[in-house]
């Protein structure tokens, strides 16, 4: 038998690892407890993990019941999953989805190992538009949670191309086995095309003069395949453009055209037109929806379903404004900032 050869850690300069791969102790986050503990008290998210949001606010509105039947539409790390799980107590069952295969499946392992089984938790590898089809399958629902942010997990791996900070492939795909990638998009859409998708996506002031630029780089040759190219190509196409904070401008704009792109390569407003208009068909009478959302567009979208169908009597209450996740929550996870919570019951 071939001996196995010992893979050794990688080192990094300095005082802390500043490369994802170089992060070994924040990516095991169960044997490395008081480092991930110190990274999250600096404000900071653990590499390769996920902090979920707002999980005191859903728990205290779905009030799970041992015995009831709960869906995860987004599963991501697993770690609202778990809590929802603890609740049920070893009675009942959640399903999780996601369409994400790689960080999927250590979710999986992950809440495998903390002891809960198929009996308790069982995970479809879907999009969260296919809620019609799994509940085809497994019954109706009593519980439902949608969080529709991405994985910090997945903005941190440099190899998914999800930060315009950190250097990749200009992926953004949430399934990178199907679909086109960012960069392949760019080549195949047109000017107007992609001014418009940054401003329908993500409401970019600055989506002329981006659009302009990267078209104009992209005939010279430039490949814009990678996110650091695209970051450099809306930093040229904003440098003359007057602020008191200029780096905070470009900045902002970055964050929106990736987001923009991110939109548009996963079908992410197509997904959640769908799930809004299957979700009541999936409920039980009584059953709780929470819906989290991260910008503007999302955020109309669920307001006015929701308002909608409870006009027609599909719902027998809906959120009258939206719910936030708390200063100290803010204060210790940053990513939350932007969150945005609504719920529904059904008639």
Not at 38 to 49: E, N
Not at 52 to 66: A, N, R, T
Not at 96 to 114: F, M, N, Q
Not at 285 to 301: C, K, M, N, Q, Y
Request: charged fraction near 35%.
């Amino acid at each position: 038998m071939e001996e196995k050869k010992h893979k050794r850690r990688v080192h990094y300069s300095g005082k802390y690892p500043k490369k994802f791969e170089e992060k070994y102790k924040e990516q095991n986050p169960e044997k490395y407890k008081d480092t991930i503990e110190h990274v999250i008290s600096k404000g900071s998210t653990p590499a390769g993990m996920h902090i979920s949001i707002m999980v005191e606010e859903i728990l205290d509105f779905l009030q799970i019941q041992p015995g009831q039947q709960g869906l995860d539409c987004t599963l991501g790390y697993g770690g609202h999953t778990r809590k929802m799980l603890e609740k049920l107590e070893g009675s009942g069952c959640i399903y999780g989805l996601d369409v994400d295969p790689i960080e999927s499946e250590k979710t999986v392992k992950r809440l495998r190992d903390a002891g809960f089984s198929e009996e308790n938790f069982q995970f479809r590898l879907t999009n969260f538009a296919n809620i019609d089809e799994v509940a085809k399958e497994v019954g109706k629902f009593d519980f439902v949670l949608a969080d529709l942010g991405v994985s910090s997990m997945q903005i941190d791996n440099p190899e998914r191309g999800f930060s315009y900070k950190i250097d990749g492939p200009l992926d953004l795909r949430l399934d990178p086995n199907h679909g086109e990638s960012a960069a392949e998009r760019l080549h195949n859409i047109s000017r107007n095309e992609f001014i418009g998708m940054m401003v329908e996506n993500s409401d970019e002031p600055y989506a002329k003069e981006i659009a302009d630029k990267v078209f104009s780089l992209m005939k010279k040759g430039n490949a814009m395949d990678t996110t650091t190219e695209l970051r450099l190509a809306i930093e040229d196409a904003l440098k003359n453009v007057k602020a008191d904070d200029h780096d905070q401008l470009v900045k902002k704009s970055c964050a929106r055209v990736f987001q923009a792109l991110r939109i548009d390569v996963n079908s992410e407003f197509e997904v959640l037109y769908a799930f809004l208009d299957k979700l009541p068909d999936i409920l039980n009478p009584g059953a709780r929806v929470a819906i989290l959302t991260f910008h503007s567009g999302e955020d109309r979208l669920v307001k006015k379903a929701f308002k909608e169908l409870k006009k027609m009597g599909v719902y027998s209450d809906v959120s009258s404004d939206v719910i936030r996740p708390s200063q100290e929550e803010c204060r210790r996870n940053p990513r939350s900032k932007s969150t945005k919570m609504r719920w529904a019951i059904k008639a």
